[in-house]
């Protein structure tokens, strides 16, 4: 991203029509860069990170506070801005209606990661692009305390989970089956719920298209075999290579010090701290976590 003398504040990585940009702030101005696999990017990291603010009924609000945020935080913002932040409050149950039509998804993450949820209609496919879902379906659409109440039966009868962590989200990238198989695995669920949710008040959809999104972001053939995981910036951090086709929020990272291996960054790490260009060179300020892929089940090393 361009910058000016006093940096670029990094926003995230948003998703809009199946197009991700990464996107940052300076005062009112707003930048946004489109992400295509070979984009190169080198940014240095300027601190402090700080509360990027609040989305409300009007629109986002910066942080009044300019609140300091921890380095390895996943969270970017400040307790006082969390609490005006209306996508919080409805995704912690403070909001009860709002008049809108929401939607119930299905979401494959990999082999027995299914997750239950509900978006927005007005949104489309960008929740499931934002939290890489490898596939997916839409089940049913209502008001929202109908939809709640049919997310909350599918996961209390075991079908799929509320939520999934990062770690498991990313471990299953490495163990995929074809696209065939994992649509007869969404297809199969849908059933179940489909059966479960007969006779609650809202409107199911029982031929939605099963969605595979696997080829958008770069994991047809699975994830690299070995990667580094970024789990940390820290201010005055060097940070720069060539992107791969990112991964809902994730980003694969080609760098010169290590060809086989890319760099992991979850963008939420980069939200918050001001970004200046920095020509290519040496990688630093990063904390790292080497991952590799699981032996095959049945495998052993050589014993010569």
């Known amino acids: 991203m361009e910058t000016k003398a006093q940096g670029w504040t990094a926003t995230g990585l948003r998703w809009q029509g199946g197009r991700p940009s ?3 702030v300076s005062g009112l101005r707003a930048h946004e860069r489109i992400v295509t696999p070979g984009t190169e990017v080198g940014w240095r990291v300027l601190g402090p990170r700080r509360c990027t603010g609040a989305r409300t009924a009007a629109g986002q609000r910066p942080c009044p506070h300019r609140a300091v945020i921890e380095a390895a935080a996943k969270s970017v ?3 006082p801005c969390q609490g005006a932040d209306v996508g919080l409050a409805l995704a912690r149950d403070q909001i009860l209606d709002n008049g809108q039509t929401y939607r119930l998804y299905l979401a ?3 082999t027995g990661l299914l997750k239950i949820g509900i978006t927005a209609e007005q949104r489309g496919t960008t929740r499931l692009e934002e939290q890489a879902a490898l596939a997916f379906t839409f089940v049913g659409r209502g008001r929202l305390p109908a939809v709640r109440r049919a997310e909350l039966t599918v996961a209390q009868a075991g079908l799929a989970r509320e939520r999934l962590t990062t770690r498991a989200k990313t471990a299953g990238w490495w163990a995929l089956p074809d696209g065939g198989g994992r649509l007869d695995r969404l297809a199969e669920l849908r059933g179940q719920v489909l059966r479960l949710l007969d006779g609650h008040a809202l409107e199911l959809l029982p031929d939605g298209p099963l969605v595979d999104q696997c080829g958008l972001f770069g994991l047809a053939d699975g994830a690299p075999p070995a990667y580094r995981e970024i789990t940390a910036l820290s201010a005055d951090a060097t940070l720069g290579g060539v992107l791969r086709a990112p991964v809902g929020r994730y980003l694969f990272i080609d760098t010169a ?5 890319p760099l992991l960054l979850d963008t939420r790490l ?3 701290w001001a ?3 920095a020509a290519p060179g040496p990688l630093s300020g990063l904390t790292i976590r080497p991952c590799r892929r699981p032996a095959e089940p049945g495998a052993q090393d050589s014993l010569f």
């Open 77 to 79: 913002q400040c307790e």
């Open 270 to 272: 980069l939200t918050g």
């Open 257 to 261: 010090d290590d060809p086989e291996r």
């Open 22 to 24: 990464l996107t940052a």
């Open 275 to 277: 970004l200046a260009g």
């Open 108 to 110: 494959w993450f990999g």
